[in-house]
């Protein structure tokens, strides 16, 4: 059974930084294909923040506009966990964060995924 558990949300002042972790059970990231976080308020559409996608040998990353410079993805393998850097937060980046796994369709910022956690709450302060 897929299990992607995230961790690392909080409140922030803007300008703030936080780290997200997702640690997956049930699933390697080492041979995963394409991971990435998206992120969902209530009553708003989800959206794609940022993916990882991994041949075996080099990673990919790729980012939704609104957080490319801010915002960085990477994996541990051997901790079978996938990060999210966050810099230079604004309340704009408040939202419920997902780590999701098992791209479907390609590996790129609308792919949709099969597998998703329960989110990490992210909170930034003006």
């Known amino acids: 059974q897929v299990r992607l558990v995230e961790s690392g949300g909080g409140s922030v002042q803007a300008g703030g930084s936080l780290r997200l972790f997702c640690v997956a059970s049930g699933y390697s990231v080492r041979g995963s294909y394409c991971m990435g976080w998206f992120r969902r308020a209530p009553g708003k559409e989800r959206e794609g923040v940022a993916i990882i996608a991994s041949d075996g040998r080099t990673n990919y990353t790729d980012y939704a506009d609104s957080v490319k410079g801010r915002f960085t993805i990477s994996k541990d393998d051997a901790k079978n966990t996938l990060y999210l850097q966050m810099n230079s937060l604004t309340p704009e980046d408040t939202d419920m964060y997902h780590c999701?796994?098992?791209?479907?369709?390609?590996?790129?910022?609308?792919?949709?995924?099969?597998?998703w956690g329960q989110g990490t709450q992210v909170t930034v302060s003006s």
């Open positions: 999701a796994a098992f791209g479907l369709s390609g590996c790129h910022i609308r792919t949709d995924f099969r597998y």
